[in-house]
T-cell receptor, first 116, second 116 residues
Framework: DAGVIQSPRHEVTEMGQEVTLRCKPI?????LFWYRQTMMRGLELLIY????????DSGMPEDRFSAKMPNASFSTLKIQPSEPRDSAVYFC??????????????FGPGTRLTVL | AQTVTQSQPEMSVQEAETVTLSCTYD???????LFWYKQPPSRQMILVIR??????QNATENRFSVNFQKAAKSFSLKISDSQLGDTAMYFC?????????????FGGGTRLMVKP
């Protein structure tokens, strides 16, 4: 398996523009997570899905952020409108939770977002 | 709420020497999992080692091993025969269960520098 795939790897945009980050989880994994990493706040969980259904979005900073998972192999994180303080590395991770599993989350390479 | 604390923001070690990174956590759950992730300059989050809380035996993966002290809620990582490629940020993490699945809580990270 290719692992978790994220695109783009780098995104530079101007304040006010819409940004869409994409993620393809590992095939067969039924959990998908979106994280944000900044120097000030470290790694923060934004939202996670189970079987394509959003379970907990309490980490989403504000209404400008939205996430969808239309099918088991694709998820998007959208920021509209973007602001400079959204600049961060955004990670997607997936896991397979079964009885007696270790709940290990496997991370994608991240998308480095810069909002000017 | 679950918390994970890494008290060493930065550490350094000479190549070929051994170093131990500290991690403590707080959880009210009986069944949980603990992880160490490595984040090199490439920003990729790489799973280093994992430990099931119900197992008394400390996990080992080649040069990496843990000292799991359940009563003390301590989960330190020992790197033996340090290599230059071990230079990275190291994050300790723990799972917890909410109503629908797993959540991963990260510590603030320890930046490790391996010196030649």
């Amino acid at each position: 398996d290719a692992g978790v795939i994220q695109s783009p790897r780098h995104e530079v945009t101007e304040m006010g523009q819409e940004v869409t980050l994409r993620c393809k989880p590992i095939s067969g994994h039924d959990y998908l997570f979106w994280y944000r990493q900044t120097m000030m706040r470290g790694l923060e969980l934004l939202i996670y899905f189970n079987n394509n259904v959003p379970i907990d979005d309490s980490g989403m900073p504000e209404d400008r952020f939205s996430a969808k998972m239309p099918n088991a192999s694709f998820s998007t994180l959208k920021i509209q409108p973007s602001e400079p303080r959204d600049s961060a590395v955004y990670f997607c991770a997936s896991s397979l939770v079964m009885e007696a599993s270790t709940d290990t989350q496997y991370f994608g390479p991240g998308t480095r977002l810069t909002v000017l | 709420a679950q918390t994970v604390t890494q008290s060493q923001p930065e550490m350094s070690v000479q190549e070929a020497e051994t170093v131990t990174l500290s991690c403590t956590y707080d959880t009210s759950e009986n069944n949980y999992y603990l992880f160490w992730y490595k984040q090199p300059p490439s920003r990729q989050m790489i799973l280093v080692i994992r430990q099931e809380a119900y197992k008394q035996q400390n996990a080992t993966e080649n040069r990496f091993s843990v000292n799991f002290q359940k009563a003390a809620k301590s989960f330190s990582l020992k790197i033996s025969d340090s290599q230059l490629g071990d230079t990275a940020m190291y994050f300790c993490a723990a799972t917890s269960k909410d109503n629908a699945g797993n959540m991963l809580t990260f510590g603030g990270g320890t930046r490790l520098m391996v010196k030649p």
